[in-house]
């Protein structure tokens, strides 16, 4: 990220050549015909979401955490998140993209994120009934019924507590009314006052530009999505708030941007659709 954010201030390739790249193998990922198997064993975010959540065998362990915090760096939930996101159960996907919330193993499996979960002592002994499977036949069988033999219990999801919140509090149609939702129930709910605050000190562009891909990217197929998604990045990467964000929580590491605009009021309609805007010869292409 801080090769990035010297390219983009040098006006260099690589930020258009390194989202093009990502995406690209997001997309083979998403569409490989043979099982991929992700071991989802330790932090997973930002491109590392982009490397397991597309797989068909997503296996969680004690070592999780997942999450998806671009809003805190002025960026968007991209490699894919667009789409996944909206697919989730509810208005989960909308809540994780917004507030870039940390889940761990049980999390993960009960919002679909994870397919399976597994004790970490136990990878090696999973890797080597695979390497002993036969592939004679159907592959994701073969891998399915590896998975099985080491699966366990991840245990309850702390999340399932708020779903009914987030269902409720996520539904609006705009970010400010999500926010007017979770400040009605603020006082009387720790979760939403927690929430509340998180929201208030993301990016209020990068928030704008989130709900609306997301609201988006639920009607498109996943190349249209990855579409969407590289003009989005060259976007952001042409703004302020991406680098003042990876300077507060990368490189100076005081926590504290300053958002242009700082205010939700003063991010326009305007504003948030230049984000879409084609890129002509540059469109992300598949070939």
């Not at 702390?158 to 129930?185: K, M, Q, T, W, Y």
């Not at 042409?238 to 490189?251: C, K, Q, S, T, V």
Request: charged share 20%; proline share 5%.
């Amino acid at each position: 990220m801080r090769a990035i954010l010297r390219a983009g201030k040098a006006g260099e390739p690589l930020t258009a050549d390194f989202f093009r790249a990502e995406y690209r193998l997001n997309r083979r990922i998403h569409t490989l015909a043979k099982p991929y198997i992700a071991l989802i064993d330790g932090i997973t975010m930002g491109g590392g979401v982009g490397i397991s959540v597309h797989g068909s065998h997503r296996i969680a362990t004690e070592h999780t955490v997942f999450a998806m915090p671009e809003t805190g760096i002025g960026l968007f939930p991209d490699v894919g998140g667009t789409y996944f996101l909206p697919r989730l159960a509810g208005h989960l996907g909308l809540y994780l993209g917004l507030t870039g919330a940390r889940l761990k193993a049980a999390d993960t499996c009960h919002a679909g994120i994870a397919t399976e979960y597994m004790p970490a002592a136990r990878l090696d002994a999973l890797e080597a009934a695979l390497a002993a499977a036969d592939w004679g036949g159907d592959a994701n069988g073969a891998v399915d019924r590896a998975v099985a033999g080491f699966a366990a219990d991840p245990g309850p999801a702390p999340l399932d507590a708020h779903r009914a919140n987030i269902d409720r509090c996520f539904a609006g149609e705009s970010v400010e009314a999500i926010l007017a939702a979770l400040a009605a129930e603020a006082e009387a709910d720790s979760w939403a006052a927690a929430t509340l605050a998180t929201l208030r000190d993301r990016s209020p562009t990068s928030l704008k530009v989130t709900f609306e891909a997301i609201r988006r990217g639920g009607e498109l197929d996943f190349d249209r999505a990855m579409i969407m998604e590289y003009r989005l990045s060259q976007a952001c990467l042409a703004r302020h708030d991406f680098y003042e964000g990876i300077r507060a929580l990368m490189i100076d590491k005081d926590g504290a941007p300053s958002w242009e605009p700082e205010a939700l009021a003063a991010v326009t309609p305007a504003m948030v659709e230049a984000h879409f805007a084609p890129l002509g010869a540059r469109e992300l292409t598949f070939d």
